[in-house]
């Protein structure tokens, strides 16, 4: 069973950062894609950031240039560093796995994401 957990949220004034960390466990995939992915209330879950196996990044338009993320494979984490927050950026953080993608290539599209964590909330403030 795959599982995920996020830490790393939390309260900020525009133009702080936070990272934000995902610890994965049960997943046995050699190709893989992991993401980034936020929705606040009213809005669609939309994708922030994605890795894959091989090490390539995608990123959302609206987060490129402030956001990064990284993994570490020994410790099978995740990680989103976040620079620069605004308060658009506000929403719950989810940390998720494709099984069914094994390249970033394609975007950031929520659905093709077969695994989830519980979320963990960022909150920007003016």
């Known amino acids: 069973q795959v599982q995920l957990v996020e830490s790393g949220g939390g309260s900020v004034q525009a133009g702080g950062s936070l990272r934000l960390s995902c610890v994965a466990s049960g997943y046995t995939y050699s190709r893989y894609c992991m993401g980034w992915f936020r929705q606040a209330p009213g809005k669609e879950r939309e994708g922030v950031a994605a890795i894959d196996s091989d090490g390539s990044t995608s990123y959302a338009d609206s987060v490129k240039g402030r956001f990064t993320i990284s993994k570490d494979n020994a410790k099978n984490t995740l990680y989103l560093q976040m620079n620069s927050l605004k308060p658009e950026d506000t929403a719950m953080y989810y940390c998720?796995?494709?099984?069914?993608?094994?390249?970033?290539?394609?975007?950031?599209?929520?659905?093709?994401?077969?695994?989830w964590g519980q979320g963990t909330q960022v909150t920007v403030s003016s």
């Open positions: 998720a796995v494709s099984s069914l993608i094994d390249s970033v290539a394609g975007g950031l599209p929520p659905y093709e994401y077969n695994y």
